[in-house]
């Protein structure tokens, strides 16, 4: 007789209605700096900045908290930016040669950024354009009139073009060609050739009349506009790179392409002038590549600044970016480790100034944004509330804590802050703006591990990701780094100046250092990070300066297993002897995992003072109290051969994946071969049977989908052996009357070990030693890894963390129901009861959906219309970038989102959630996305910019619209109404028909129609006869269903 499931009898309006004050899928804010930046730009008068990136993306900040984005539609870099101060419009070149006007509108409230219009330069009136390069007309370089009313476009063909602002109007009657210009130039200086792209554009300070226009061969010409006329010729023989004004006007500055500047006296009496008053090699007299870019500024309490960029000694140092700042006989040589983007200087623009007075130097870098403080002695740099550069070191894993205690806030800010002393105190300089989000209600930690061996500490509580603090690794290893620390103290004293700054470091000095898993508990400030070699090392916060050795243990995984080499990277040797620690977190214990395997879980519970790690070895547990190991496990299989080889190894069993490639094809041929054919009795027979249960189900209701069929994965396959997940869970495993300390362990294989755990008192914590003994192992059927384990209590709760009890942070869990134990694995999500480990529910994502686990979490959402509601649910990111949320114990789907791109395989790994609702992954190597789960709990860019241009001069709108958020990778952000998921209203995401997925509510029948998912329980610590009792139930359930039992 056949049976059929059915998911729901109709949509329930009440749950409907809760799921919307619940669950809104959001992406939020870009946390970190912007991938491939290609262009900057300032408004002095909004005090706000703008970086463009080779996406096409536009980002302008303000004060920390002020941020907006926009997108072109052209996939194509941003080369260029220019502000109409104070307007909140913003003019943008791509490389496709189209100009985009940008304005920032008030809209409820908040300002937003929008595209309103776009322009392409024509070809030049009577000339065939169909012959001309085009790159002709490409624009070159853009002024932007003081005025705001025209702006001036140099082409690569050396005429200069004029449009009227806001509209991109071309003024065609003020157009400047190379003809123009070339009868005011002497016929010896002519010489039949043109004079190259228009390569500067610059205002004069006093006079808005006239233009500094620079051309590529060398030559420099003061246009008059109102006479269209050359006031002034400076006929330079070296190819010119960019101009700038001494701001009384008297004086202009010429960089050029062999390393040199020049400095020009404007005479009343000459039209033209031939030598500069002063020409100069910086770094000379061997050859130099150019300087890109000069200002000039200067100060009323001294000598001027120059700034430039370039001018290197081409043989030794060519290879080297660098910003170099000039003043009197002061010379610093500013080397950074990525190419300079651009610079520009925050000083006075008022025209009734005397002096620029500079007060800030900002300079954009490939791989990060540094500010310069100009007037404090020794110019320290000012740290910078945002845009912080994630990637400094490539990261490698990350972690959030939610709800972190103040005093534990405040003692790790206390810590960053005495790691950098040459910091300077002044405010950050980029202001504008005011930010309208309302204060964090909690401080949120992100932690990113990195492969230099370093952990970063942000503050993740806002709008503004902030640098807190970083903790160093390296330094009880020994390593490289001393070595190449005295190399640079030694060049320091050479010439040029140079002076490192920045903290991007693209290069690690050795791969094992890496950082892999992080645990960290907030009640007693203790600390695992856990690396690439195999090293697990537990650290404590001290507000004091330290000196002392690091205790040593090492822990076999192999367990003296025979026929298994190791033939990956050694393990990191450590330093011997007290070693010197400053203020932060330091280490008190390394645990040195052998063989020295990548570590790839780690848990902690700082209330039984134990660490649990794992490798693709096996898992050990270690008591870092007694500096003494309490159990090593190894999980390899027999045929595991790839465990032994490591990540850095060269070694692959390349027969063994061709092996297993032959294995899938034959199994598909197979399974090809017994089809039945379209017109055999069998199929028809299948057709009549599925007519019939049409008829017979009620119309409304709706059939469980059509389940995929799963091969079960092979015992030998490589890496089966690694520890996926580890758990620690004061629950019931040896009886339903005693609870006590348990350790969960999941592996690559589906297995799953449960330990007892004999933990003493705190009181006798020094007189008895941990001992732990195995209760329950659980092999999955499918062989699908295990992600997560969790243990519920009697109400379905997820258990509270160490000491949030004790502290009264938390209410005690319920231990007077029964237990249960979420397992997930990549295929399907299923609740087993403790102690017995019989299924309750489970819900087959791989199955229904078609994809795969790949992070999971327990997640609180509160309802935006109580704040006393709370739900507790799973949430679930899938190999394809969806985010799956169900409910708790119950498993029954709620809602449905497309987060992350599937073919964003980093992005996807990078996932972390948060426990209100919250996630983050990484969109680029430098950029976090932020998302939000909750209707109530989102953290979003809510500013306002007081803007200078009357109202009602807007220009239209572009008909077609733009998206409202977008990426910066391009990716369009979704609202919660554009989700490209199942939304409430959709039937698919409807499959509870309570209102509520509690305790005692009844739960959804175990699903096993077409299940050959039956797993086997081995029970170490149950009575004999309870033993048999329960095998005999396993038969049964056996004989009922079609499971294949894998022992």
Known sequence: MMKFRFRRQGHDPQREKLKLELFAFNKTVEHGFPNQPSSLAYDPKLRIM??????????????????????????????????????????????????????????????????????????????DSANSPPSFTRVT?????????????????????????????????????????????????????????????????????????????????????????????FLGNQQLESLGWERSGRTVVSSHSDGGYMVWAISSGCHKTL????????????????????????????????????????????????????????????????????????????????????????????????????????????PAPYLAPLHSSAITCSYHISNVPLKLWERIIAAGEQQSPRRSCVNWPINGGKNLAQEPTQRGLLLTGH?????????????????????????????????????NQASEEEWPPFRKVGCFDPYSDDPRLGIQKIALCKYTARMVVAGTAGQVLVLELSDEASEHAVSMATVDLLQDREGFTWKGHDRLTPKNGSMAFGPGFQPSVLVQCMPPATVTAVTLHSEWNLVAFGTSHGFGLFDYYRRSPVLARCTLHPNDSLAMEGPLSRVKSLKKSLRQSFRRIRKSRVSGKKRIGANSPSSKLQEANAQLAEQAGPPEMEMTPVQRRIEPRSADDSLSGVVRCLYFADTFLRDAAHHGPTMWAGTNSGSVFAYALEVPSQEKFSERSVEAVLGKEIQLMHRAPVVSVAVLDGRGNPLPEPYEVSRDLAKAPDMQGSHSVLIASEEQLKVFTLPKISAKTKFKLTAHEGCRVRKVALVSFTSVACEDYTENCLACLTNLGDIHVFTMPGLRPQVHYNCIRKEDISGIASCVFTKHGQGFYLISPSEFERFSLSARNITEPLCSLELLRLRGTSPSPLPTGMPKLSQANGTPMLQSSEANGRTPEDPQAAFSPTPFDSHSSPESPLDTTGDITAEEVRDFLASSEEAERNLRNVSEEEARSPGILIK
């Not at 503050?459 to 020994?478: E, H």
């Open 451 to 487: 492969e230099d061996g370093t952990v970063r500490f942000w503050d993740a509580s806002g709008v503004s990701l902030r640098p807190l603090y970083k903790l160093g690794t390296a330094g009880i290893f020994q390593t490289d780094c001393e070595h190449n620390d005295s190399l």
């Open 275 to 382: 030598q500069p008053l002063m020409s100069t090699i910086p770094y000379g007299p061997f050859p130099c590549k150019a300087i890109n870019k000069i200002l000039w500024r200067t100060c009323e309490s001294g000598s001027h600044f120059i700034i430039f960029s370039g001018g290197m000694p081409r043989a030794s140092y060519g290879d080297r970016h660098c910003v170099s700042i000039l003043q009197g006989q002061s010379l610093v040589t500013l080397d950074f480790t990525s190419r300079v983007i651009d610079f520009f200087t925050v000083h006075n623009t008022e025209p009734e100034e005397e002096f620029d007075n500079p007060s800030a130097l900002v300079v954009l870098v490939e791989e990060e944004l540094v500010v310069l403080d100009l007037q404090t002695p020794g110019w320290p740099t000012i």
């Open 50 to 127: 703008a970086v463009g990136t080779k996406s096409g993306a536009v980002k302008i900040y303000g004060a920390p908290g002020v941020e907006l984005t926009g997108l072109h539609k052209e996939t194509a870099a941003v080369t260029q930016m220019h502000f109409l101060p104070g307007q909140g419009r913003l003019l943008s070149l791509l490389d496709d040669n189209t100009l985009h006007l940008w304005e920032i509108d008030q809209k409820d409230g908040y300002s937003h950024l929008e595209e309103i219009r776009s322009f392409v330069l024509p070809g030049r009136p009577g000339f």
């Open 141 to 233: 370089v853009i002024l932007l009139k003081s005025a705001c009313d025209v702006a001036c476009l140099g082409a690569e063909g050396g005429g200069v073009s004029f449009l009227e602002l806001p509209g991109l109007t071309l003024l065609e009657d003020k157009a400047l060609y190379q003809e123009d210009i070339l009868q005011s130039v002497p016929d010896d200086y002519r010489c039949g050739k043109s004079l190259g792209p228009v390569e500067s554009l610059q205002e004069h300070p006093q006079d808005s009349s006239k233009i500094l226009i620079g051309y590529s061969r060398g030559l420099v010409i003061v246009w008059d506009q109102h006479t269209r006329a050359v006031c002034h010729l």
